[in-house]
């Protein structure tokens, strides 16, 4: 299953961006696309659109376009329901209370807000995220 992953603002800007890739590369995870980027706010706003409407909206689009970011795609060779726990367990909780330790929340989060990555919760939420900053021709096969 392929997931798009993006160290957010908060990450970049503490130095954790070779931490948090280091966590995936600690699994049978393959990097096939990477990038810093600055969010424009027409790709937040299609990357938050579930959250449309909620009291947090507007924080969270101010906050992803506010600073650059590393958007990833990961290729993990599981089926997507135990993909999708893998990246949840190596990223831990939203909310970074939540978070085990030894999970990026869980050692370096701050807040729910600023909870330093963001990955697809589902094979269908990747799916749709993928696109918003990637070209299938990006991508490398090794
Ligand atoms: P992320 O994985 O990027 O997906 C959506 C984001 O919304 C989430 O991380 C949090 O940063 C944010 N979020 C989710 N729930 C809340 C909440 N209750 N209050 C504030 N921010 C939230």
Redo the contacts with the bound molecule.
């Keep these: 299953m392929r997931t798009l992953v993006?160290i957010?603002p908060d990450g970049v800007r503490r130095g954790l961006i070779g931490e948090c890739i280091r966590r995936f590369e600690n699994y049978d995870i393959k990097i096939i696309g990477l990038k810093m980027i600055k969010v424009d706010r027409e790709s937040a706003e299609k990357l938050?659109a579930v959250?449309k409407g909620?009291?947090?909206y507007d924080?969270?689009i101010n906050y992803?376009t506010s600073s650059p970011v590393v958007v990833s795609v990961l290729e993990i060779d599981l089926e997507p329901e135990n993909a999708t726990k893998l990246i949840r367990k190596i990223i831990g909780a939203?909310?970074p209370v939540d978070a085990e330790r030894g999970s990026i929340r869980g050692d370096y989060g701050f807040s729910?807000?600023?909870?330093i990555?963001?990955?697809s919760?589902s094979e269908e939420s990747a799916a749709y995220e993928i696109p918003i900053f990637f070209d299938e021709r990006e991508f490398v096969e090794y």
Excluded at 112 to 115: A, E, L, V
């Design positions: 993006i957010k938050y959250h909620k009291p947090f924080d969270l992803i939203t909310n729910i807000t600023q909870n990555v963001h990955a919760d």
